[in-house]
């Protein structure tokens, strides 16, 4: 597939992504069409495919997930463009980590409760020492 089948407003999103595994994968694709989790570890070395799928999902682009044979004759899982009408300019970085403060603060005020499913959960922050809890920054 040659660059100028896409459409411009794509080629622009895919230009500002500066995840490295994303841009193999979305390269790889607009070169040969797809790109299988076999080519993944063994043509860049990635040990967990399915994290680099996720990283051009988590920068905007749309990927659709089907199946192949390996050359081995397994099923194994290949990616595709989706509906490039459906790209999500707002999240060309990615995930976004919280900060520690932010998330102690949530912490705190929710007296370590989900706020969906009331469930009880433990502090990252507090770890074990000796018996007793310490504030871990």
Same mark, same amino acid.
């Given at each position: ?23 193999? %994968? ?29 990283? %051009? ?7 659709e997930?089907?199946? %192949? ?23 060309v ?26 469930g009880?959960?433990e502090?990252?922050?507090l ?8 504030? %871990?920054?």
């Amino acid at each position: 597939m040659a660059k100028n089948k896409f459409p411009k407003e794509f080629l622009e999103q895919i230009a500002s992504i500066t995840n490295k595994r994303a841009k193999i %994968v979305i390269e790889h694709i607009m070169k040969h069409g797809h790109i299988t989790t076999e080519d993944l570890e063994t043509k860049y070395g990635y040990s967990h495919p399915p994290r680099a799928a996720r990283d %051009v999902r988590e920068s905007g682009i749309p990927l659709e997930t089907f199946k %192949v044979k390996s050359k081995q004759g397994k099923s194994i899982a290949a990616y595709k463009f989706g509906d490039l009408n459906q790209i999500q300019k707002n999240r060309v970085e990615g995930r976004i980590a919280f900060p520690k403060k932010l998330k102690k603060q949530l912490y705190e005020q929710s007296k370590g409760h989900c706020s969906i499913c009331r469930g009880v959960f433990e502090d990252r922050y507090l770890q074990i020492d000796q018996g007793a809890f310490q504030i %871990v920054a």
